[in-house]
């Protein structure tokens, strides 16, 4: 939204609403709009209208305020009150004040509670959401190690909507990860990223996927050792092919010894729920992956 449009809104909003979302208030418990809703949709930001919470993240704590144990990939940013006791969350887009979040809770398995204003949201159900993001919808994969690892590093980028480690580029159909990893299976560890275009571009992701990895090992990446650690891009439309080749000769004319492969996306196998986001469930980092600026 453009800083014009931005200051609009501002002046659009009511006394209370100005009084939470800029001036960081609090609006009363069990009196927002959102707090007893579970529809399925998407919480956005009143303020600036970023995508902030799926309604499968909002859960009953009853707090009295909506409350949410998981947000967007990189649309909430978490900065510690001036007290130095709480830890404020606010619209990452536009910093429009949304609430504060807790952990150690034990509400739900990841233990963590966006406690949110109602007044800070606006609600869309999934077939509008959909209907108005789709020609934005682009997605990716990305095979450089262990999948752990990879996805770590994409799910909080601003403009990914969501991340999905899992196996392809083999010929076994719905492949274990015992499978790929102990049998002849062609697959690759590999990541799925859906990203809205408009937000992040194809080729600022695969920078980054160059940036984590090093795409000069063949079949291993780090302590991992196996075809199905080796470096790949699936690209899904022509462009990403051309987008891809090009930073490659980018790396090559650097020096770069580049032994990533460029093929068609094919059949794409959701790996075990255990792998998915497992750094964020686990709160370990990464053992074979890590940033190292190369653009």
Request: hydrophobic share 30%; proline share 4%; glycine share 8%.
């Amino acid at each position: 939204m453009a800083e014009k449009d931005l200051e609009k809104r501002k002046n659009e909003l009511s006394d209370l609403e100005k009084h939470v979302i800029l001036y960081k208030g609090t609006e009363r418990p069990f009196t927002g709009k959102y707090y007893n809703h579970f529809s399925p949709g998407i919480y956005k930001c009143k303020l600036c209208g970023t995508p902030l919470y799926k309604s499968e993240f909002k859960f009953d704590s009853g707090c009295g305020w909506p409350s949410f144990d998981d947000e967007l990939p990189g649309a909430v940013t978490k900065k510690l009150d001036a007290d130095g006791i709480r830890t404020e969350i606010t619209c990452t887009n536009c910093g429009a004040h949304l609430g504060h979040v807790f952990y150690g809770e034990g509400f739900t398995q990841k233990n963590v509670r966006h406690c949110v204003n109602s007044i800070s949201l606006e609600f869309e159900d999934y077939e509008s959401s959909l209907t108005e993001f789709a020609n934005n919808l682009e997605t990716a994969i990305f095979a450089g190690g262990c999948f752990w690892g990879v996805e770590h590093y994409f799910q909080n980028i601003k403009g990914v909507i969501s991340t999905e480690v899992g196996y392809t580029g083999g010929y076994l159909e719905n492949p274990t990860y015992k499978q790929v990893g102990y049998e002849n299976t062609g697959h690759a560890e590999a990541v799925k990223v859906v990203f809205d275009n408009s937000i992040v571009s194809f080729e600022d992701l695969c920078k980054i996927f160059f940036e984590i990895h090093d795409p000069e090992q063949i079949n291993r990446q780090g302590p991992d050792v196996g075809e199905q650690y080796r470096s790949e891009i699936f690209y899904t439309t022509e462009e990403q092919k051309i987008i891809s080749e090009k930073l490659i000769a980018i790396l090559i004319s650097k020096g770069f010894n580049v032994a990533t492969k460029l093929t068609p996306a094919g059949a794409f196998y959701p790996a075990e729920d255990y792998h998915q986001k497992y750094y964020q469930k686990t709160g370990k980092l990464p053992y074979c992956h890590f940033y190292q600026k190369k653009f």
